[in-house]
């Protein structure tokens, strides 16, 4: 049985590899692979038996078996909301009470409307802020995403630069408005994205550590 890998580099077919030699090739996702068994060549990023390698270099490709699904990302969002929360109580702890007291006022008056609406606002700025800062670093998400394993990467697994984070965390504010609806469609979206992913072409997966 055929069990030997081949590789292209420049052009030009190399091998044959066993599994655990080919582990040793610097590979990329877009390695160009012949499989065992197979004659067409395909790109390492489509080889199954390649992730694993692939995770122990930092690139977690997203497949049909490792998307976030709407529930774990949303508990995601409440332990950042959580954490933002107390971070905003201690450093402007008077500016939260008193916004509080205009988020609870039965008949808010036009300036406590504005000022609701302000807040809102800044609100979506920072956490725009914060998740673009965290997911263009080593974490590749928030710190709720830290928490619940969660990863933001872009579809060849890789890390989001900052314009690429910049872009999708703006557009999330635009999932947000009206009624959070940009969301909804990773329900039932095969790649379960938002519109902000689709926009940004980025996927939110689960990861083992």
């Keep these: 049985m055929n069990d030997s890998y081949y590789i292209q580099v420049k052009n030009e077919q190399t091998g044959p590899f066993t599994l655990k030699e ?23 990023s ?3 038996e390649l ?7 930092g690139i977690y490709l997203p497949t049909e078996g490792n998307l976030a699904s709407f529930w ?25 009470m008193q916004l509080s007291k205009t988020f609870y006022a039965e008949n808010p008056t036009p300036e406590q409307a504005v000022e609701r609406f302000k807040y809102s606002m800044a609100l979506y700025v920072l956490l725009a802020l914060y998740n673009t800062l965290c997911e263009s670093t080593p974490m590749r ?9 969660l990863a933001v ?29 940009g969301y909804l469609p990773i ?15 980025t996927y939110v997966i689960r990861r083992e550590a």
């Excluded at 080919?22 to 004659?39: I, S, W």
């Excluded at 992730?51 to 270099?57: K, M, P, R």
């Excluded at 998400?141 to 394993?149: E, P, Q, Y």
């Excluded at 989001?160 to 947000?176: D, P, T, W, Y």
Aim: aromatic content about 12%; some cysteine; proline content about 3%.
């Design 141 to 149: 998400g928030s710190i709720g995403k830290k928490l619940c394993r």
């Design 22 to 44: 080919l582990f040793e090739q610097d590979l990329d996702v877009d390695t160009m692979v012949l499989t065992p068994g197979n004659e067409e060549w395909q790109e390492a």
């Design 187 to 201: 329900l039932w979206n095969q790649r379960r994205q938002g519109w902000h992913d689709m926009v940004a072409k």
């Design 46 to 48: 489509y080889v199954p």
């Design 153 to 181: 990467v872009d579809a060849d697994g890789r890390r989001l630069g900052v314009g690429r984070a910049l872009l999708r965390n703006f557009f999330k504010i635009l999932s947000s408005i009206p009624l959070n609806i």
């Design 72 to 96: 774990i990302r949303l508990l995601a969002y409440i332990l950042d909301l959580f954490f933002i929360s107390i971070v905003l109580s201690i450093v402007a702890q008077d500016y939260v």
């Design 51 to 57: 992730f694993e390698y692939f995770e122990q270099q």
